[in-house]
């Protein structure tokens, strides 16, 4: 018998006569590694990522037919069989309530948790155990006082494998090694619906995982806190699981039941994720693909400096898998070490030439490089992504649905990049090519999900068209892509949890800021003002999912700013400008700090308007006070070079206004001839 870690990868070996366990020897990807995520996905539903977040699933067909029942008894009384619709008796007790003359006489067979100290705020270990024996923890002869002699006994590798009757079970494997149980397969006479198995095993708090086998295909569920697994019988649909229960596994509790689940509900449940690693590393440190995906938790959960540890731990562990490598360079990015992570992008695709999909995600990576430098270079980016589109394509049509998917992934990626790189790069027709563009990344985002990919993909479509609308103001409207991002929203918020959904939220507000800055240059005021507040509402809710650095700061604040100066310019409304301002202020003057060069500039012609719209609201000190704080930020964009000295003569001359008529007595009129301040253009 195997273990659960070996069973994850595996499939059908013979072992007693007319016998068959469920799992076997491991049919690998094609590097001889297990597919995953960035690599290929190992589980699956239908073919499909599975990404349900309930605890317990639907059954896939209606009640079971009449037959042996699985009873509940408490620990005051024997209860009789219930309804003839239940699988076989084996209710749950503590490990110290089922005695050896119980279990030999053929009494209720109990699955009993027992404690285990491996615990965090979330996660309890609690190993199940069956009819008094604990996989890990019993011994060879704790069965014999248990259970009796065996029907029939057999060697494999080396460890002991015994076939026992136990109660109303006709076939319970057990599999010996060093003298030691380490795993019990319990075969059930007929199958029987997955959450009714789970529920009268009083598993159903707990979080189960899908298994499948190297080809995508659901094979069982695993509970990885109680060392349980259901193998479920072949399924009569092609590409979809039986969810029909054929075989209770029990194995000691290890670090890759958690380490799957994690990665199951990583993207949209980071947070649990994190707490599934932890579990995992306790009880194997060097697990080198929980540290892989405790680094790309973190990056998940903005936490960049922790991720970019795991990173570098996981690598150190197995320094010759690339998409380890290939997080860590994201993560490199992430934290401003640009040169180091393209480094890193390129040992990857040198690696990869096997692995085409990671080849594919490096090149596209590195184009993101390009187009986020300091300054950008957007013909260097497109160059990289149309090579990761030439790589990704033949792969978006592997028989393998992990390949697949991770190559339509980049596709998506890419296109989306390249569009963006065109709308703000130094190319003509933009118009035109960009749209194009944008519809190939849709289309690719809309087969993805067909198959079960992230409806996340269509978001950054959206979102992607929308920045690209800035670029390209007249060649793309953004009404259809905002309509867009709001059919796709629902359903990825849906399937969200915790601080995922509050990230997501920020994600879409910052997209429609785009889109306020979009209609602004079109003059659609109306339509920047709806859509702007729609932004604030959802950046204000999602900025608590992260720590705010100073572009977040500036981002808000850049948002309250433009929907003030719509009040002050186009509707001449320097009240209801003032109160937008309001909220602006404190953002940038946060993101002000320590700036220099052009972006200085631009802050400083920001605080001179915002004081325009002051003065005019007769809050003269509050205008005094952002003229003066735009000027010094301008002076210093004029010392570095990044701006002409003409840009401070217009916020000088508004200064001197408002120092002179500042002395005149708020009752006196202003002198006719006195300059009145105005707004920088």
Known sequence: MCSLPSMIRSLFVPLFCGLALFFGPAVRGQDGVLPSTNDVRTVQSGGNVARSSQPTLEPAVGPAES??????????SQAGPVESRTPPDASL????????????????????????PVTNTEVTVDPAAFNGI??????????????GEPTARTEQDGDLLHLYQVGPFNRVETHFREGKVVGIVVHLEKAYPAKLVGEHLQLSNVRPVLVS?????VIGQAFPEKGVLFGFAPSDEPGKASMLVTQIVLDPISAEPFVLRAETFLENDPESAEKDLRVALRLDPAHARAHWLL?????????????????????????????????????????GEREAALRELQTVAAASENRPHLKARAVCAQGDLHANGDPPDYKKAVEYYTEAIKIAHPIASDPHPAYRLAAKEVLVDAHIGAARAIAWGPWEQKEIVVPRWLERAGAAADELAKEGGSPLFRIRVAAAALSASVGVP????????????????????AEAGGVRRLQIQWDIGVALYDAVQCFQIRGEHDAALQYGLEAAELLENGQTSRTLQQSDYYLMGRLYFRLGAIHAIAKQDHAAAVELFDKAVPLLQKAAAGTSGLSAGRLGETFVSMGVSYWESNQASKAIELTEQG?????????????DATALEVPHSNLAAMRRQARIPSSAAASPNEPTPSIPR
């Open 134 to 147: 604990t996989p890990g923890v019993s011994t060879l002869d704790d069965v014999r006082k248990a259970w």
């Open 93 to 116: 007790n503590r490990a110290g309530d089922a005695s050896g003359s119980d279990a030999a006489s053929g009494r209720n067979s109990t699955l009993e948790p027992t404690v285990d």
């Open 631 to 643: 000027i010094e930020l301008l002076e210093a964009a004029v010392q570095s070079g990044a701006m």
């Open 295 to 335: 680094a790309k938790s973190y990056m998940l959960l903005g936490a960049a400096n922790e991720g970019l540890a795991a990173a570098r731990r996981a690598v150190a562990s197995a320094p010759h898998d690339p998409q380890y490598r290939l997080t860590l360079a994201q993560l490199l990015a992430s934290t």
């Open 474 to 493: 007249s060649g793309l409207d953004p009404q259809p892509w905002i309509a867009r991002l709001e059919e796709a929203a629902p359903g990825a918020l």
């Open 213 to 217: 086998d190297p080809r995508g295909m």
């Open 67 to 76: 037959g042996p029942t699985l009873t509940l008894r408490n620990e005051t």
